[in-house]
């Protein structure tokens, strides 16, 4: 139980360009979810929180008209990298946390960006 | 805020001992976590402290000290896939959407040698 999807896994898109990424969690309902980059060798970076039918909490620095967060329903939250440029190639992760939980955070997979 | 810290790399021989440090200085304190993460994939959890001690599981352990700002991950019987990174995370104080995050360190890039 407890499976958090991402779609893409990976994805190259041409700069100026936007891409979308998708986060699902497949077995549980999520009011909140994380989303976080991560450059090479580097540790995760928290972007954003985003709960359920209101709008994203972005952490300083990042961008809200750059990176768009629509988390629209229980299971599905989408990062939307707009204009892309080749320094926003990185790792993003999302992760999500069960609906009533206390502690527990599950991570997708990963979707690895790719600017030319 | 939170300032995090972790030694960037350790090397350590297999079937042996390794103990990974964290210190952290942190408003709101609510909980420490350790993850791991091999290289490409995302973090996996491993364990999560909020009282002072020691938790046990299996081969991996990890230690919480509030009053020094202090963690560490001890992990035994050491295989060839552990070699991995490990991180400490520390979560936060509530934040607007009612929520609290988690403030990861740089991660410790573990070594395991034949």
């Known amino acids: 139980g407890a499976v958090v999807s991402q779609h893409p896994s990976w994805v190259i898109c041409k700069s100026g360009t936007s891409v979308k990424i998708e986060c699902r969690s497949l077995?549980?309902?999520?009011?909140?979810m994380f989303w976080y980059r991560q450059f090479p060798k580097q540790s995760l970076m928290l972007m954003a929180t985003?709960?359920?039918?209101?709008?994203?909490?972005?952490e300083q620095g990042v961008e809200k008209d750059k990176f768009l967060i629509n988390h629209a329903s229980l299971t599905l939250s989408t990062l939307t990298v707009t204009s892309a440029h080749p320094e926003d190639s990185s790792f993003y992760i999302c992760?999500?946390?069960?609906?009533?939980?206390?502690?527990?955070?599950?991570f997708g997979p990963g979707t690895r960006l790719t600017v030319t | 805020g939170q300032n995090i810290d972790q030694p960037t790399e350790m090397t350590a021989t297999e079937g042996a001992i390794v103990q990974i440090n964290c210190t952290y200085q942190?408003?709101?304190?609510?909980?420490l976590f350790w993850y791991q993460q091999h290289a490409g994939e995302a973090p996996t959890f491993l364990s999560y402290?909020?009282?002072?001690g020691l938790e046990e599981k299996g081969r991996f352990s990890s230690f919480l000290s509030r009053s020094k700002g202090y963690s560490y991950l001890l992990l035994k019987e050491l295989q060839m896939k552990d070699s991995a990174s490990y991180l400490c995370?520390?979560?936060?104080?509530?934040?607007?959407?009612?929520?609290?995050?988690?403030?990861f360190g740089s991660g410790t890039r573990l070594q395991v040698q034949p």
């Open positions: 992760s999500a946390r069960p609906t009533g939980g206390a502690y527990e955070q599950y």
């Open positions: 077995d549980f309902q999520a009011t909140t």
């Open positions: 985003s709960n359920e039918g209101s709008k994203a909490t972005y």
């Open positions: 942190t408003s709101g304190f609510n909980g």
């Open positions: 402290n909020v009282l002072d």
């Open positions: 995370a520390v979560r936060g104080p509530l934040m607007d959407t009612g929520r609290r995050a988690l403030t």
